[in-house]
């Protein structure tokens, strides 16, 4: 089963998003477990996952937080503005996967 973690400020409106992604991905028959993070549990939590996807109001702290994944070779990408503000759950699913492959 494929693992994708959602980082934001708080958590709270990656969890719409988490959602969307989640009815898209059960809609395509994917087994996908997508979890919403407040950016405070990045390091407790990312292990966890194979890919982290970060809302654009931490896109800022792409680099740092790419650099903590980078040993266990777990991806870290930001989604994008207009994706995420118009909580497109199947291009932003679609964008997981491609970073999966």
Known sequence: ????????????????????????AEKRGLEINIDAFGVGEFDEQFARYQLVLLGPQVKYMLESL?????????????????DYGMQRGDKV???ALSLMK
């Not at 790419?66 to 207009?82: L, R």
């Open 1 to 24: 089963m494929k693992s994708i973690m959602l980082c934001c400020s708080a958590g709270m409106s990656t969890s719409m998003l988490v959602r969307k992604m989640q009815a898209e």
């Open 66 to 82: 790419s650099a903590k994944t980078a040993e266990q070779g777990i991806p870290v990408a930001a989604i994008d503005m207009m």
């Open 93 to 95: 699913l679609d964008f």
